[in-house]
């Protein structure tokens, strides 16, 4: 089965950064919409970020609005999600996700729509 990798990931100090990215060795990201979510303990797993296959158009969860940025490298096949400023409730292990969306501005928000996803990658804010 088709697997996205997540890292940068660790532990960070309340108001500091992390750069989350996903790759994959086994297809063109390129060519689809990405989806970061993620998922604290007891909770249900969440959207945060995602970005069009096109680049053109992305979206955020309330809670991460102005601190953190979604962006993609097509070169590097990989796709970025900086963090700053992060608190405590950010907390959670973080999934990439894949959509099929070739050249389209579409931002796909629910996780059913994701067809390939990653094993996560654990974020703690603690000091």
């Known amino acids: 089965q088709l697997q996205l990798v997540e890292s940068g990931g660790g532990l960070v100090q309340p108001g500091g950064s992390l750069r989350l990215s996903c790759a994959t060795s086994a297809f063109t990201l390129e060519y689809y919409a990405i989806g970061w979510f993620r998922q604290a303990p007891g909770r249900e797993r969440e959207g945060v970020s995602c970005i069009s296959s096109s680049g053109g158009s992305t979206n955020y969860a309330d809670s991460v609005k102005d601190r953190f940025t979604i962006s993609r490298d097509n070169a590097k096949n990989t796709v970025y999600l900086q963090m700053n400023s992060l608190k405590p409730e950010d907390t959670a292990v973080y999934y990439c996700?894949?959509?099929?969306?070739?050249?389209?501005?579409?931002?796909?928000?629910?996780?059913?729509?994701?067809?390939?996803w990653g094993h996560g990658t654990q974020v703690t804010v603690s000091s």
């Open positions: 996700a894949a959509d099929l969306q070739i050249l389209s501005d579409y931002v796909p928000r629910d996780l059913d729509e994701y067809d390939y």
